[in-house]
């Protein structure tokens, strides 16, 4: 009887590989899951064991042998391998770059599975002795020297790096001293709990007992749906404590921007097991160490962004996700998948419990709720004394602004500063100005690349566009009348920074946004002198919107809400609500008493109503309706279809064979374009694409089965960059 490895192989084709076994190798001790190095055309890859066969379509003479088998013990055991596969069949995207996606980096290159100890610094005893007094001039010593204080179980490399620029050299000195040491163990360092609890309200005491006495029902998903500052964590934190003592694993799926080094120091102070982190600051080495830890059960805690989803676990016992409405949990490009949703899967499969937490969770989310698959525990309360900010509309009608800003916001922003409070200010722009343009000839500045305006940032004069990347000089005179009267038109965050140095010169004010951040760590040092009272006026992006905990602010403007109202994308106004509430949820925690004032030519507007009144669920109902009478999801299942070329027809020409191919499978579908994507070219690339919408997930599913090789392979595949996209998010 013959022997083959069928092996999941990192490339973009849509199908597995047969290998021949050596004579003499022991087939039947590889189980699926293991590493195998192989040769692929004139390369050599690393893939996945899916299955030894015994029977395989590749002709004899073209079987090759593989190189080597990698593992003893599968990377992926039964139930994650399993996941994988659907996946690819779910998303419909090939199956060697799922498993790729799945694996730390390291493995990838085919590092060995060893746990390792992690170097990490300490202060020696003498260290701790040292008065930073006495160290005046030397500011980057006392920096680390402080920050190594805080951190009794110690650093890491990566937490230094993204914290001290330049801090080798630095460690060095100290080391030399006598006042640090390094030293590298190879368990996860245990979290002693330092500080205890707070008192808990009725309804988080409810959440808890609720949840922790169906633990051991197994499946079940619950909707933690609790206002801003309602304690949400608190909830998580004390199920999280049991699922300990009962010797099982939890894992904390949070959101990009949502990883905050304060909710990281909240968990650390907070449980008693061994935390194992998750995310892309980490170096590759300290990721392939931490999914080792998960993986071999010595780590008790794992709390990572989206990918972290795919963490091999030995003691499942509770899966969490925060902020389950994020954006950032759906991954935007290559293999497209829903962490969110993929955790919902991954628990029913693991039987065992969920919690999807969100102040305002998604329309997909509460659907669920509404048709019994999720349960909903509420948390309508504030935690602590803390009285939810009053919101209130700024009809910016014919008003007279300055700098973009009313006079109201104006007037206002002056009485909570004369209050010692700050006030944050909200723009979803950055930039100086979105638009140069002349005032003889009407030229604008666009990218060369996209269809898109250049936006001008002052602080290094230049045009930037913010799609493809694309930098310029900023031009002095116009570059076709070489007229000098430029007009620099509408608002960024950096224009509002300098208005408000302007306007409000006794203040200091800090711009938060991806400028303002790029470099590692200055993040934390902006959040640093914000909570430090430094800064009185912080405007700042989205950026600014989630997490982060300022409890100084009593007053935040929204300098513009109104591009949700009346957006192409049918998503719009669901995301400006959760922003809205979410802005509106950095006001006035603790025991000041918030208000947050939002400017807009749309004060009528029927959405704004429920929102003025904190109510998201009427928010969110008014929506549902929507949804369902003009048949968007989550009533109906999307798919869309995305093509782009250099060369501007190549895209609608795929898209129109695809679309015959999806019409031959004749599936109860609706196919919708080819039309070219509503930014048509970006990065120098011509964009298409095709919408299919079905009444359920399997008409869908049974669509791409029948005909994606046959897309797959047909000849206008080749000369297009093409991707599915299923359950998108983002339309454009
Ligand atoms: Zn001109
Ligand atoms: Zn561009």
Same mark, same amino acid.
């Given at each position: 009887?013959?022997?083959?490895?069928?092996?999941?192989?990192?490339?973009?084709?849509?199908?597995?590989?047969?290998?021949?076994?050596?004579?003499?190798?022991?087939?039947?001790?590889?189980?699926?899951?293991?590493?195998?190095?192989?040769?692929?055309?004139?390369?050599?890859?690393?893939?996945?064991?899916?299955?030894?066969?015994?029977?395989?379509?590749?002709?004899?003479?073209?079987?090759?042998?593989?190189?080597?088998?990698?593992?003893?013990?599968?990377?992926?055991?039964?139930?994650?391998?399993?996941?994988?596969?659907?996946?690819?069949?779910?998303?419909?995207?090939?199956?060697?770059?799922?498993?790729?996606?799945?694996?730390?980096?390291?493995?990838?290159?085919?590092?060995?599975?060893?746990?390792?100890?992690?170097?990490?610094?300490?202060?020696?005893?003498?260290?701790?002795?040292?008065?930073?007094?006495?160290?005046?001039?030397?500011?980057?010593?006392?920096?680390?020297?402080?920050?190594?204080?805080?951190?009794?179980?110690?650093?890491?490399?990566?937490?230094?790096?993204?914290?001290?620029?330049?801090?080798?050299?630095?460690?060095?000195?100290?080391?030399?001293?006598?006042?640090?040491?390094?030293?590298?163990?190879?368990?996860?360092?245990?979290?002693?709990?330092?500080?205890?609890?707070?008192?808990?309200?009725?309804?988080?005491?409810?959440?808890?007992?609720?949840?922790?006495?169906?633990?051991?029902?197994?499946?079940?998903?619950?909707v933690?749906?609790?206002?801003?500052?309602?304690?949400?964590?608190?909830?998580?934190?004390?199920?999280?404590?049991?699922?300990?003592?009962?010797?099982?694993?939890?894992?904390?799926?949070?959101?990009?921007?949502?990883?905050?080094?304060?909710?990281?120091?909240?968990?650390?102070?907070?449980?008693?097991?061994?935390?194992?982190?998750?995310?892309?600051?980490?170096?590759?080495?300290?990721?392939?160490?931490?999914? @080792?830890?998960?993986? +071999? %059960?010595? #780590?008790?805690?794992?709390?990572?962004?989206?990918?972290? !989803?795919? =963490?091999?676990?030995?003691?499942?016992?509770?899966?969490?996700?925060?902020?389950?409405h994020?954006?950032?949990?759906?991954?935007?490009?290559?293999?497209?998948?829903?962490?969110?949703?993929?955790?919902?899967?991954?628990?029913?499969?693991?039987?065992?419990?969920?919690?999807?937490?969100?102040?305002t969770p998604s329309l997909e989310t509460l659907l669920n709720a509404s048709q019994g698959r999720y349960?909903t525990?509420? @948390?309508?309360?504030? +935690? %602590?004394? #803390?009285?939810?900010?009053?919101?209130?509309?700024?009809? !910016?009608? =014919?008003?007279?602004?300055?700098?973009?800003?009313?006079?109201?916001?104006?007037?206002?922003?002056?009485?909570?500063?004369?209050?010692?409070?700050?006030?944050?200010?909200?723009?979803?722009?950055?930039?100086?100005?979105?638009?140069?343009?002349?005032?003889?000839?009407?030229?604008?500045?666009?990218?060369?690349?996209?269809?898109?305006?250049?936006?001008?940032?002052?602080?290094?004069?230049?045009?930037?566009?913010?799609?493809?990347?694309?930098?310029?000089?900023?031009?002095?005179?116009?570059?076709?009348?070489?007229?000098?009267?430029?007009?620099?038109?509408?608002?960024?965050?950096?224009?509002?920074?300098?208005?408000?140095?302007?306007?409000?010169?006794?203040?200091?004010?800090?711009?938060?946004?991806?400028?303002?951040?790029?470099?590692?760590?200055?993040?934390?040092?902006?959040?640093?002198?914000?909570?430090?009272?430094?800064?009185?006026?912080?405007?700042?992006?989205?950026?600014?919107?989630?997490?982060?905990?300022?409890?100084?602010?009593?007053?935040?403007?929204?300098?513009?809400?109104?591009?949700?109202l009346?957006s192409?994308d049918f998503r719009a106004s669901e995301r400006m609500g959760q922003?809205?509430?979410?802005?509106?949820?950095?006001?006035?925690?603790?025991?000041?008493?918030?208000?947050?004032?939002?400017?807009?030519?749309?004060?009528?507007?029927p959405l704004?109503?429920p929102?003025?009144?904190?109510d998201y669920p009427g928010f969110a109902k008014a929506l549902i309706e929507e949804r369902q009478q003009t048949e968007l999801p989550p009533f109906t299942h999307l798919?869309?279809?995305?093509?782009?070329?250099?060369?501007?027809?190549?895209?609608?020409?795929?898209?129109?064979?695809?679309?015959?191919?999806?019409?031959?499978?004749?599936?109860d579908v609706m196919?919708m374009?080819?039309?070219?994507?509503?930014?048509?070219?970006?990065?120098?690339?011509?964009?298409?694409?095709?919408l299919i919408q079905a009444n359920s997930r399997k008409q869908l599913?049974?669509?791409?089965?029948?005909?994606?090789?046959?897309?797959?392979?047909?000849?206008?595949?080749?000369?297009?960059?093409?991707?599915?996209?299923?359950d998108p998010l983002?339309l454009?």
């Amino acid at each position: 009887m013959n022997t083959y490895f069928r092996i999941a192989i990192p490339t973009p084709l849509r199908r597995h590989f047969d290998y021949l076994v050596p004579i003499n190798f022991h087939a039947k001790s590889s189980l699926p899951g293991v590493r195998i190095k192989v040769p692929f055309g004139r390369q050599t890859l690393i893939g996945i064991l899916l299955e030894v066969v015994h029977e395989t379509d590749v002709p004899a003479q073209k079987l090759k042998p593989i190189i080597e088998v990698l593992d003893e013990q599968p990377v992926f055991d039964r139930e994650l391998l399993q996941l994988l596969r659907w996946c690819s069949l779910y998303y419909h995207h090939p199956i060697g770059e799922v498993m790729q996606n799945a694996l730390p980096v390291k493995l990838r290159q085919g590092a060995a599975t060893h746990i390792k100890g992690i170097r990490r610094w300490q202060l020696t005893s003498e260290g701790k002795q040292v008065d930073t007094q006495d160290l005046k001039r030397a500011a980057k010593q006392i920096a680390l020297i402080n920050d190594l204080k805080q951190s009794p179980s110690g650093l890491l490399d990566s937490q230094l790096t993204e914290q001290h620029i330049g801090w080798r050299p630095v460690m060095k000195r100290l080391q030399e001293k006598g006042w640090v040491k390094s030293f590298e163990e190879n368990a996860l360092p245990v979290a002693k709990p330092i500080s205890s609890a707070p008192t808990l309200n009725a309804d988080q005491q409810h959440a808890i007992d609720h949840i922790v006495n169906q633990f051991d029902t197994g499946f079940h998903a619950y909707v933690l749906e609790g206002v801003t500052g309602s304690g949400k964590t608190e909830v998580y934190l004390q199920v999280i404590e049991r699922v300990i003592q009962q010797g099982k694993q939890a894992l904390v799926l949070v959101p990009e921007i949502g990883l905050t080094p304060q909710l990281l120091d909240r968990f650390l102070q907070r449980l008693s097991g061994r935390i194992a982190i998750m995310h892309s600051g980490l170096n590759d080495e300290e990721r392939l160490q931490a999914w @080792l830890h998960t993986k +071999a %059960g010595s #780590a008790d805690v794992i709390i990572g962004t989206r990918s972290a !989803v795919f =963490s091999p676990l030995l003691r499942p016992g509770i899966i969490i996700v925060d902020e389950e409405h994020d954006l950032s949990f759906k991954q935007q490009d290559g293999f497209r998948y829903s962490a969110r949703d993929l955790a919902v899967k991954r628990a029913r499969d693991l039987n065992i419990p969920i919690i999807l937490g969100s102040a305002t969770p998604s329309l997909e989310t509460l659907l669920n709720a509404s048709q019994g698959r999720y349960e909903t525990l509420l @948390l309508p309360e504030r +935690a %602590g004394n #803390a009285k939810p900010p009053a919101i209130h509309l700024l009809d !910016v009608r =014919s008003q007279k602004m300055e700098h973009g800003l009313s006079a109201q916001l104006l007037h206002k922003m002056k009485e909570h500063l004369e209050r010692d409070a700050q006030v944050l200010l909200f723009l979803n722009r950055r930039g100086f100005a979105p638009v140069l343009m002349c005032h003889e000839c009407g030229w604008h500045a666009l990218c060369p690349r996209c269809d898109a305006h250049m936006t001008l940032h002052q602080s290094n004069s230049s045009l930037r566009c913010h799609h493809c990347g694309t930098e310029q000089y900023q031009p002095k005179t116009c570059p076709k009348c070489k007229s000098d009267d430029l007009l620099q038109m509408g608002f960024g965050t950096e224009r509002i920074e300098h208005a408000l140095t302007e306007l409000f010169p006794q203040y200091q004010v800090i711009r938060i946004d991806r400028d303002s951040t790029r470099r590692k760590g200055s993040m934390e040092k902006l959040l640093k002198e914000i909570n430090n009272g430094k800064r009185q006026i912080l405007i700042g992006t989205q950026m600014l919107a989630k997490g982060h905990h300022f409890p100084n602010v009593t007053l935040v403007g929204m300098l513009n809400a109104d591009h949700g109202l009346y957006s192409s994308d049918f998503r719009a106004s669901e995301r400006m609500g959760q922003l809205i509430l979410q802005v509106a949820g950095r006001a006035g925690r603790e025991e000041k008493e918030g208000e947050v004032l939002i400017q807009t030519h749309h004060a009528d507007h029927p959405l704004f109503k429920p929102l003025l009144e904190h109510d998201y669920p009427g928010f969110a109902k008014a929506l549902i309706e929507e949804r369902q009478q003009t048949e968007l999801p989550p009533f109906t299942h999307l798919a869309l279809l995305r093509a782009e070329a250099v060369e501007q027809q190549q895209p609608i020409i795929f898209l129109e064979q695809a679309r015959l191919i999806l019409e031959s499978a004749k599936q109860d579908v609706m196919l919708m374009g080819p039309f070219p994507a509503l930014m048509e070219r970006r990065a120098g690339r011509y964009r298409a694409q095709l919408l299919i919408q079905a009444n359920s997930r399997k008409q869908l599913q049974s669509l791409f089965s029948l005909s994606i090789t046959q897309i797959e392979n047909h000849k206008t595949a080749k000369k297009v960059r093409w991707s599915i996209d299923i359950d998108p998010l983002d339309l454009l």
